[in-house]
């Protein structure tokens, strides 16, 4: 089967790893426009008599699942979560992961790091040899963001990483996290190091959160044009820049 455009790929993605999910699971559910496709069918296997409960990670996400039939606890409800699913802004080496392009990362990292497992959904455009040219979203307090704002630009500079760090901005005013704070959006291009990245924002006051996932996928649902393929840590980015092509992938 070939699929056709990037909303197919979404909904290839989306519908294989229904597969990963079984009778009775906690599972943790993502924001974007992959994930809701992955909840629009979800609802459906609920609706055929699948018994799971979702803890989703944004209000966004935790509407659709009510709109949808699909049932909902809040995180604090449920000590541990089997499994969560969610796309992803770009996957490179190791399943390190670039997100929160949709604004929910430090929800998204809570429940990631809530969960036993974690499957990312995505189309073969987001797999990439060095994670960066999507901008990185870093979640920041609302106090003193200026001076947050300074502090990154410094050491984004000690670590050699240049490009702009914008403020998110939507209908002309600060874009406002589920949590209630703001994003700035760090164009770095490459990011050669992710987790001394990782570390150095951390310990950053007023950093609340950042955008790249380490060390928490296991599995990436990954669909290319001719077929969906099942990508783990060992998998080789650069075999998947062109999954469009006929490769010799490992099914898992």
């Given at each position: 089967?070939?699929?056709g455009?990037?909303?197919?790929?979404?909904?290839?993605?989306?519908?294989?790893?229904?597969?990963?999910?079984?009778?009775?699971?906690?599972?943790?559910?993502?924001?974007?426009?992959?994930?809701?496709?992955?909840?629009?069918?979800?609802?459906?296997?609920?609706?055929?008599?699948?018994?799971?409960?979702?803890?989703?990670?944004?209000?966004?996400?935790?509407?659709?699942?009510?709109?949808?039939?699909?049932?909902?606890?809040?995180?604090?409800?449920i000590?541990?979560?089997?499994?969560?699913?969610?796309?992803?802004?770009?996957?490179?080496?190791?399943?390190?992961?670039?997100?929160?392009?949709?604004?929910?990362?430090?929800?998204?990292k809570?429940?990631?790091?809530?969960?036993?497992?974690?499957?990312?959904?995505?189309?073969?455009?987001?797999?990439?040899?060095?994670?960066?040219?999507?901008?990185?979203?870093?979640?920041?307090?609302t106090?003193?963001?200026?001076?947050?704002?300074?502090?990154?630009?410094?050491?984004?500079?000690?670590?050699?990483?240049?490009?702009?760090?914008?403020?998110?901005?939507?209908?002309?005013?600060?874009?406002?996290?589920?949590?209630?704070?703001?994003?700035?959006?760090?164009?770095?291009?490459?990011?050669?190091?992710?987790?001394?990245l990782?570390?150095?924002?951390?310990?950053?006051p007023?950093?609340?959160?950042?955008?790249?996932?380490?060390?928490?996928?296991?599995?990436?649902?990954?669909?290319?044009?001719?077929?969906?393929?099942?990508?783990?840590?060992?998998?080789?980015?650069?075999?998947?820049?062109?999954?469009?092509?006929?490769?010799?992938?490992?099914?898992?």
């Amino acid at each position: 089967m070939r699929y056709g455009g990037a909303q197919q790929l979404k909904i290839a993605a989306a519908e294989r790893a229904c597969d990963f999910i079984s009778n009775g699971m906690r599972l943790g559910i993502g924001t974007g426009s992959t994930a809701e496709e992955f909840i629009r069918r979800l609802s459906v296997r609920v609706m055929r008599g699948l018994a799971i409960v979702g803890v989703p990670t944004s209000k966004r996400s935790a509407a659709l699942c009510c709109e949808l039939g699909v049932p909902v606890a809040a995180i604090d409800e449920i000590s541990e979560l089997d499994l969560t699913i969610d796309g992803a802004d770009e996957i490179g080496p190791g399943l390190t992961l670039i997100k929160g392009g949709g604004g929910a990362l430090l929800y998204e990292k809570i429940i990631a790091s809530s969960s036993k497992d974690m499957l990312v959904i995505a189309d073969y455009g987001k797999v990439v040899e060095i994670l960066g040219a999507f901008p990185l979203p870093i979640e920041v307090n609302t106090f003193g963001f200026k001076v947050t704002k300074r502090t990154v630009e410094k050491v984004a500079d000690t670590l050699g990483l240049t490009g702009t760090i914008n403020l998110r901005m939507e209908d002309d005013i600060p874009f406002l996290t589920d949590g209630g704070h703001f994003i700035l959006d760090a164009s770095f291009g490459c990011i050669a190091d992710p987790q001394e990245l990782s570390n150095s924002l951390l310990a950053i006051p007023g950093v609340v959160e950042h955008g790249l996932f380490l060390q928490l996928a296991s599995r990436a649902v990954i669909a290319c044009e001719s077929d969906v393929k099942i990508m783990d840590a060992k998998s080789l980015p650069e075999r998947w820049l062109c999954c469009s092509k006929q490769h010799d992938f490992q099914i898992l």
